[in-house]
């Protein structure tokens, strides 16, 4: 599926460049640069591959979504690309910066409480909106979306040894794990969490999915109060493990990628870097997937300041 995916989003979505990571450290670790996407994070990639393979009239009615953001963006880019309406289902906590973003792609924006939001995942609708409804993760076009990241890693560092993925709802973390396991099943794959919000790393120490505390942050791409059931199950089975970091640890490593690599990344990229940087995901090529770099400007000159 991924193979067929990267045909079809190849008109919107770009391939990335991997770019050594310019730290004073023993890790040996290269960047995935998802944050130069057109919309600035790898959400396009899942959203172009959903719209491609909907039947065009299906299309016509609009598309809805449920996201803080990224897969907001990614949705509206591509269905102004389409000529379509797009619906956003954002919680109250969205940063404005993302959801501005979207407003400029002629997205329409709906903020409702987080529990609400969150309800809009399970049920895959949205009281009177008639539209097609796209998941942020739980789709299988969606993770193949996604996974035609991880041929690009293999192409372009057939030694790599190692992935670190930012975990939100797990579409990433999976949609690339399951190529790797197809075709490199010696890479480690890991999920990268926040301590503000970490469900994966409590869940799989619990075998089953279990509820935590979930603290807003600067890091609003990832960090959640629990894992859905389906994306629980995928992740026991593909990834080798979570790396939880905390707060400090993401800003440290959002201030090192900006000074050495001259890179803007949001605060879930920041953690996969800090996980990688920790030493937790071994020894040997990693790989640090950089999501996404939708992050307010002020709010990252105060965090690297």
């Known amino acids: 599926m991924a193979e067929a995916a990267r045909r079809q989003i190849s008109p919107l979505a770009l391939r990335t460049p991997l770019v050594r990571c310019r730290a004073d450290s023993d890790v040996d670790l290269h960047l995935k640069l998802e944050n130069l996407q057109p919309i600035g994070s790898f959400k396009i990639r899942g959203a172009a591959n959903?719209?491609?393979?909907?039947?065009?009239?299906?299309?016509?009615?609009?598309?809805?979504?449920?996201?803080?953001?990224?897969?907001?963006?990614?949705?509206?880019?591509?269905?102004?690309?389409?000529?379509?309406?797009?619906?956003?289902?954002?919680?109250?906590?969205a940063p404005a910066t993302k959801i501005r973003a979207v407003e400029r792609m002629g997205g329409r924006v709906i903020q409702v409480p987080f529990a609400e939001w969150w309800r809009t995942f399970e049920t895959r609708s949205y009281p009177g909106v008639d539209a097609t409804f796209i998941h942020a993760f739980d789709d299988p076009y969606v993770m193949a979306g996604n996974g035609t990241i991880a041929l690009e890693l293999l192409e372009d560092l057939p030694s790599l040894e190692a992935v670190v993925i930012p975990w939100g709802g797990g579409g990433l973390s999976c949609g690339i794990a399951a190529v790797l396991r197809a075709l490199a099943p010696h890479v480690r794959?890991?999920?990268?969490?926040?301590?503000?919000?970490a469900p994966l790393a409590a869940s799989l120490a619990a075998n089953a999915p279990h509820e935590v505390e979930y603290r807003p942050s600067f890091v609003d791409g990832i960090g959640s109060k629990l894992v859905f059931p389906q994306m629980f199950e995928r992740a026991r089975q593909l990834l080798d493990g979570s790396l939880v970091v905390t707060l400090d640890?993401?800003?440290?490593?959002?201030?090192?990628?900006?000074?050495?690599?001259?890179?803007?990344?949001?605060?879930?990229a920041a953690c996969a870097v800090a996980a990688a940087l920790s030493g937790r995901a071994g020894s040997g090529k990693i790989v640090a997937i950089v999501s996404g770099g939708n992050i307010d400007l002020e709010k990252f000159a105060h965090l690297i300041s």
Do not use: D, H, W
């Open 249 to 268: 640890e993401a800003t440290r490593a959002l201030k090192l990628v900006a000074e050495r690599n001259r890179i803007i990344m949001e605060g879930a």
């Open 189 to 197: 794959i890991y999920a990268a969490e926040v301590e503000s919000g």
């Open 50 to 93: 959903v719209m491609a393979q909907t039947p065009r009239p299906q299309l016509q009615r609009g598309v809805l979504t449920a996201s803080a953001g990224n897969m907001a963006q990614g949705v509206a880019f591509c269905a102004q690309r389409l000529g379509i309406p797009a619906t956003i289902i954002a919680p109250e906590t």
